[in-house]
């Protein structure tokens, strides 16, 4: 079971340069986040999605841009990269569904990251 | 601010003792609360978790204690094994969202040494 599916492992962008992040799930999860994490860092929630067609920002959403079209797919997209974009990008996936156990809602799976530096 | 805080960036314990890794949050809204380790290169995997209505749980090796009134928990590794070394993350969820928002603190990077 591949799970969580996180291209490319890593990137250089130049500064401006733009680029689309990937994630995918094969879990059929219905929510799906997009994190950042700088180095001596907690994980910081980017975007995340309930749903295909819905998306909301998270606490660090300047910079970056999101879409759901599918239940399976959360790309994140960059446009204009910047210096302080340079960071580890985590993308995961939980499940929820009315009755089930509130612990294993909260339990969100991740994918193995994508390294970037903007130079 | 830091709503979830792990205030020991690392510890070293022997192979076979006890780890303890602690944390403390502010939120008292806060009413989950999940460990996640990571090794370098990959992604954060779960470990073991907590509501509030508890206040311990046990999972083979893994035990993590909740006291709701100082705000703090600690994830206990018994014993130790190099296979441990990792880092861990503490995270805190409030079910009043309305979606698993999960809230990480820094992280403590746990060595093992035989």
């Known amino acids: 079971n591949a799970g969580v599916t996180q291209t490319p492992k890593f990137r250089i962008l130049k500064i401006g340069q733009s680029m689309t992040l990937q994630c995918t799930q094969d879990m059929n999860h219905n929510y799906m986040y997009w994190y950042r994490q700088d180095p001596g860092m907690g994980l910081k929630l980017i975007y995340y999605s309930v749903g295909a067609g819905i998306t909301d920002k998270g606490e660090v959403p300047n910079g970056y841009n999101v879409s759901r079209s599918t239940t399976e797919d959360f790309p994140l997209r960059l446009e204009l990269a910047a210096p302080s974009q340079t960071s580890v990008y985590f993308c995961?996936?939980?499940?929820?569904?009315?009755?089930?156990?509130?612990?294993?809602?909260?339990?969100?799976?991740f994918g193995a990251g994508t390294r970037l530096s903007v130079l | 601010d830091q709503q979830v805080k792990q205030n020991s960036p690392s510890l070293s314990v022997q192979e076979g003792r006890i780890s303890i890794l602690n944390c403390d949050y502010t939120?008292?809204?806060?009413?989950?609360f999940l460990w996640y380790k990571k090794y370098p290169a990959e992604g954060p995997t779960f470990l073991i978790s907590?509501?509030?209505?508890?206040d311990k749980n046990e999972d083979g090796r893994f035990t993590v204690f909740l006291n709701k009134s100082a705000k703090h928990l600690s994830l206990h590794i018994v014993p130790s094994q190099p296979g441990d070394s990792a880092v861990y993350f503490c995270?805190?969820?409030?079910?009043?969202?309305?979606?698993?928002?999960?809230?990480f603190g820094t992280g403590t990077r746990l060595l093992v040494s035989p």
């Open positions: 907590i509501s509030s209505i508890k």
């Open positions: 995270a805190a969820s409030s079910m009043n969202t309305g979606f698993q928002k999960l809230v």
């Open positions: 939120n008292s809204m806060f009413d989950y």
């Open positions: 995961a996936s939980s499940y929820s569904r009315s009755g089930g156990s509130p612990l294993a809602k909260n339990i969100q799976y």
